[in-house]
């Protein structure tokens, strides 16, 4: 095998959590008399976790007077409204699935906060797939290369040379160049060709069930 590890992302690349995370940021916004955003807003708000999404939901950002309330208050709410629409992308579960059976060692790297991001390991992926690295607030987030060194730490790999790194957006290829890893980048996730096309992956895929041809 030419990769023996592969590292995921987790918002448009396994999961489709596009609506749940729009629906949840507009109810806040709603609740607190802010204008809410349209799913395409969101889509361009997503890729540097939970608290990037409200800085750049709220009118004022950070300097919004009740920024602390309205992001703790959001993330309690997402925690409990993430699995309304959220789904795996068309093909997801059958390729993790092949991908253990061959072997193959994985683990979720995101930049979604940790209790969400086990709760939806635990409802899609286990036990294919059994560690995820998400923000628990004690490291930085991707695209520093922290979270991918404490993935490969617990999956108690060394040979970063035969780890593939698979994301959809420019965060994703910055993670996995600061990283020193080769990636794949998803055209069917969060992103268009009109921002990754910038970037050089070892190949852009439109169907997860490609990545069974490039590991080998």
């Known amino acids: 095998m030419k990769y023996e590890t592969i590292l995921f992302d987790l918002d ?20 607190y008399g ?9 889509r361009r708000f997503v890729g540097n976790g939970l608290r990037m999404l409200v800085v750049r939901a709220l009118p004022e950002g950070e300097a919004y007077e009740h920024f602390d309330e309205f992001f ?22 059958d390729t993790t699935k092949k991908l253990s059976k061959m072997g193959i060692k994985m683990a ?36 520093d290369p922290a979270p991918i060194n404490l993935a490969l730490d617990a999956l108690n790999i060394t040979d970063r040379s035969k780890v593939l790194y698979v994301g959809d957006s420019e965060v994703d290829a910055a993670t996995a160049e600061n990283s020193g890893l080769d990636y794949v980048l998803c055209t069917y ?17 439109d169907h997860s069930s490609e990545l069974l041809d490039i590991i080998k």
């Open 189 to 205: 996730g969060f992103r268009g060709m009109d921002v990754l096309g910038q970037f050089h992956p070892v190949a852009f895929i």
């Open 108 to 143: 979720i790297v995101t930049n979604k906060g940790q209790t969400a991001s086990e709760s939806l390991l635990n409802d899609f992926f286990a036990p294919d797939i059994s560690i995820v690295i998400g923000d628990n607030g004690k490291h930085p987030r991707k695209p």
């Open 12 to 31: 448009g690349t396994l999961l489709y959590t596009l609506e749940d995370l729009t629906d949840s940021i507009n109810y806040m916004l709603d609740k």
């Open 34 to 42: 802010l204008p809410t955003h349209s799913i395409d807003d969101v």
């Open 72 to 93: 703790h208050e959001f993330v309690a709410y997402y925690n409990t409204h993430n699995l309304i629409k959220t789904k795996p992308y068309d093909g997801i579960l």
